[in-house]
């Protein structure tokens, strides 16, 4: 994404303090150059949030000149995402939810060391030895919010699900059918939709992670609760449908590897003919051995 304009409370802070010094420094800079003497602030979008990387300083100087629309562009950096949900958690636990309401956050730099530096270094030597120690995953019961789990992560996919007949398909579907969630600090960065058949075998109907969780182990996770919700209703099988080697689709192809490992499926049988593009039936048992009287599932 280039450079654009954007209103300012539409952008969520993901820091809970601002250091005196440097908002001194970005008011002199104002008071010499004006607007255009600070350069574009970079955000960052996950789904439907979106959210500051960095400038809040001079987002809150505009903000207090009386520009509601500011310069943004987008950070295509890889950075720490899953610390950047820790600070959005935060701001949200703080009640900073729009650049202005850190007006009032203005600290000495001594003191923005100490809460804000110290705070995020602290809590980012803890997610380097497990950066999913926090992570949750379960079943959703609400319809609601099973759709729209799966629409707001489909849609940030468009490499895996291009074709809007079939997202809006997946998202109605979403809302009848047993629904995996794994949620990092208040937000769900992936899902999996279950279809049980014939009581020993369930299906993974759509499976999504934001591509900024990708191989992380969420994906991996979501698996093993999946696992763990088929052995409790006595199913032998996790099978799913994905495209196949002939498509020749690389985010294809990084599917694959990821249902044979780390996930443990096995190709079963290519289904020529089933959708315009090719088919891979993939499966993988469980533990244990069906007895031929399973309790129904869900």
Wanted: with cysteine; charged share 30%.
């Amino acid at each position: 994404m280039s450079e654009i304009m954007m209103h300012v409370t539409k952008i969520r802070p993901t820091q809970l303090y601002i250091s005196q010094t440097k908002y001194q420094r970005c008011l002199e800079q104002f008071g010499r150059s004006g607007r255009q003497g600070l350069e574009p602030i970079p955000i960052k979008r996950i789904g439907k949030d979106i959210f500051f990387t960095d400038g809040h300083t001079r987002a809150l100087v505009l903000h207090q000149k009386g520009y509601d629309r500011i310069q943004v562009r987008h950070d295509a950096d890889d950075l720490d995402w899953i610390m950047y949900l820790v600070d959005l958690e935060w701001c949200r636990g703080g009640g900073i939810m729009t650049i202005g309401d850190l007006e009032s956050r203005i600290v000495a730099e001594s003191e923005y060391r100490e809460k804000w530096i110290r705070r995020c270094d602290r809590k980012h030597t803890r997610l380097e030895k497990r950066p999913l120690r926090d992570l949750e995953v379960c079943l959703e019961k609400d319809p609601d919010k099973k759709a729209a789990t799966c629409r707001e992560i489909v849609q940030s996919l468009p490499e895996w699900f291009a074709i809007n007949k079939i997202v809006e398909h997946h998202i109605e579907m979403a809302r009848a059918l047993p629904f995996v969630c794994a949620s990092l600090y208040g937000k769900v960065v992936g899902f999996a939709a279950l279809k049980p058949h014939h009581r020993i075998n369930c299906e993974i109907y759509a499976m999504g992670v934001f591509r900024e969780f990708h191989r992380r182990g969420i994906g991996k996770a979501i698996i093993t609760e999946i696992e763990d919700y088929c052995r409790a209703r006595g199913a032998g099988y996790v099978t799913v449908k994905t495209v196949g080697e002939a498509s020749r689709n690389a985010h294809y192809a990084a599917t694959r590897r990821f249902y044979q490992a780390p996930a443990g499926f096995k190709e079963l049988e290519g289904l020529d003919g089933l959708w315009q593009e090719p088919c891979l039936y993939m499966l993988k048992p469980m533990d244990h051995t069906v007895d031929g009287s399973p309790a129904a599932m869900p």
